[in-house]
């Protein structure tokens, strides 16, 4: 990873590329071979939406056949495939899934909003949870049994009442056992195995085996967030994902190698993930480079990591703690760790984070697997404006109005006034009439 010098260098590198990219070159041959014409990104995902729409579980199982080259009869995973799945994994998972499960639970009830009214005011709000959700979990060669944990969770948390997941099918037609396996500890009322756009299509619209929901959440890749882009508004989202991002802030007391590990942590994710760090130490910024060299030799994914650190990574050196702030609020990352002396101290000064981690024993991996919160964060600078999935991703906001005679009289003036302000006489009436009536 490449270290840049100074405040202004290193705003510029942060500041570029901060948006989620919505196009691929390789999108051109899938819809040639799926449609037998070239389209570009969006227009191949609504094609897909459309078709899905309009069709049903027709539509999935040609595309299915098209795209995955599978013949798919039923799509729809039995309950009772649930709990074998279950049984049939390790007990050390089983142990850490359902451990997570508690502690994601725990943090999500702490979470809940409560209703209220004033009564001497006339006004109040409750939260009402939506009837249905669906959550996207990534599949096909991935495995990703704690994103089905940290998307339905929150979500009977916040009392939905039906909860389904749908995950693509491995090459052998199943969802791996670890996937179902969560489902089982969740709850999950509903399993579909469907991937892509066409998995989004239909949770926002329905087919003959698919329920449609309320909300669609989760993560995926390119063509399930154009697909949930496209069907927002037909359906709730809870926000479109780009790759994953993790921005570490140190200083010279830091741990180089354990800055290092949660560098490569994050690059093993996926070559276009974003593994920073921000440090007032130019002494650290050289050891941690060296570390990165020697430990992203040591993983699996050394490939994808050594591209990710290289093309999407960087080690910034500036002058102060202040300043590396300054950037995090700017870059708006998904993941902040403040891995540095006294980290509560720097907790006001941040603005703009998916998630923040204080101190080195509170690493951004413990978030990914049971922390608490959800692990499904805003990404691509989206935390300038977007929360993590929570409890308030399926909750409305209702607010309710019980204003008493004698208020009713006195609002009802500067209604009509504002009102006659916007030439909109029929709403003065509306509130001058009362007055008339119940004063006279």
């Known amino acids: 990873m490449n270290i840049i010098n100074g405040f202004e260098k290193s705003k510029s590198f942060l500041s570029s590329n901060r948006y989620i990219n919505l196009t691929s070159d390789s999108v051109l041959k899938s819809s040639k071979m799926v449609f037998g014409e070239l389209l570009d990104a969006h227009s191949y995902v609504q094609k897909i939406v459309n078709q899905v729409r309009d069709n049903g579980d027709s539509a999935i199982k040609n595309l299915v056949l098209k795209i995955e080259g599978n013949e798919v009869n039923d799509f729809v995973i039995k309950q009772n495939k649930l709990e074998e ?30 209703s209220w009214y004033d009564e001497s005011e006339g006004y109040g709000q409750n939260f009402i949870p939506v009837n249905s959700v669906g959550a996207y979990i990534p599949g096909g060669t991935a495995k990703y049994p704690s994103t089905v944990l940290m998307s339905t969770i929150p979500a009977k948390i ?113 070559e276009l993930a974003k593994p920073i760090l921000i440090t007032n130490s130019l002494n650290l910024a050289k ?87 959800s692990h499904v964060m805003p990404t691509a600078g989206t935390a300038r404006f977007n929360s993590g999935l929570g409890v308030h991703t399926f909750q409305k906001t209702v607010p309710i109005v019980n204003i008493a005679k004698s208020d009713s009289i006195k609002i009802g003036d500067l209604a009509a006034t504002i009102a006659k302000e916007e030439g909109l006489t029929g709403h003065a009436e509306a509130a001058e009439i009362r007055k008339e009536l119940f004063e006279s």
């Open 287 to 373: 050891k941690v480079q060296n570390e990165l060299d020697i430990r992203v030799e040591r993983i699996n994914r050394k490939r994808i990591a050594q591209i990710s650190l290289k093309e999407q990574g960087a080690i910034c050196v500036v002058d102060s703690i202040e300043e590396s702030l300054t950037l995090a609020n700017i870059f708006s990352p998904e993941h902040l760790c403040l891995s540095v002396e006294s980290p509560e101290k720097w907790i006001p000064f941040v603005i703009n984070a998916g998630m923040i981690f204080l101190g080195e024993f509170s690493h951004e991996v413990l978030g990914d697997y049971g922390a608490g919160p």
């Open 85 to 114: 799945a279950y049984n049939r994994i390790p007990k050390n998972l089983q142990k850490a899934l359902t451990l997570s499960s508690e502690r994601i639970t725990k943090f999500h009830q702490k979470s809940m909003p409560k």
């Open 158 to 270: 916040a009392g939905v009442k039906n909860i389904s997941i749908t995950c693509p099918m491995n090459s052998e037609g199943n969802i791996p056992d670890s996937v179902l396996a969560a489902a089982y500890i969740a709850e999950v009322d509903k399993v579909y195995g469907v991937g892509g756009a066409q998995a989004i299509a239909a949770l926002a619209y329905g087919t003959e085996s698919i329920k449609r929901v309320d909300i669609i959440c989760g993560p995926g890749n390119l063509f399930v967030t154009l697909a949930k882009k496209i069907v927002f508004g037909d359906v709730g989202i809870d926000g479109l994902y780009g790759p994953t991002e993790t921005l570490v802030i140190a200083d010279k007391a830091s741990n180089p190698t354990l800055v290092a590990a949660d560098l490569i942590a994050q690059a093993e994710h996926d």
